[in-house]
């Protein structure tokens, strides 16, 4: 019988193993060349643009710039000298985990790509987020990272 429980658990471990080797890309895709972080973006003030060495420019923008939480927003990508398969917007908290949250995007033509999500509610007034645009090419993924802050309702806007 403990035999049984050994390989039982042997199979599980395995099994395991196999899912997380399977996810992980998922999760933590490679990418081949990421923007810079601008520190000077304000996604609240308007769409942010991420310049890639080498060239190629990813401009990204949220509806309301208000950026409420738990409030359907609209997603718009512009690509210059990218030529790009598919776009998704990674979603993660800074300093806190609040859930996988990767909308994709919709073609609209000439570098144009569209969506709509939602930001998930914090138990913090005011929590930063990193938007990481991920960007699928022949290549493999190019990204830009956009940070930005949200607050509850009712809560303040912290100040810089």
């Not at 645009?133 to 956009?146: H, K, N, S």
Request: charged fraction near 20%.
């Amino acid at each position: 019988m403990n035999r049984l429980w050994i390989v039982a658990a042997l199979m599980f471990l395995a099994l395991a193993g196999v899912a997380a080797y399977k996810v992980l890309p998922l999760l933590y895709p490679e990418t081949v060349r990421v923007a810079p972080l601008d520190p000077d973006c304000d996604l609240r003030a308007g769409p942010c643009v991420g310049v890639l060495s080498g060239g190629g420019r990813i401009s990204f923008g949220i509806k309301p710039e208000t950026i409420p939480v738990v409030t359907p927003l609209e997603f718009e990508v512009n690509l210059e000298q990218i030529n790009a398969s598919g776009v998704e917007v990674d979603f993660q908290g800074i300093g806190m985990n609040m859930g996988f949250n990767r909308p994709k995007l919709a073609a609209r033509g000439e570098g144009r790509f569209t969506g709509n999500g939602m930001i998930p509610v914090c138990i913090s007034d005011a929590m930063e987020w990193e938007a990481k645009v991920l960007v699928y090419t022949d290549d493999g993924i190019v990204a830009a990272p956009f940070r930005f802050i949200t607050v509850k309702p009712g809560a303040e806007l912290p100040e810089k």
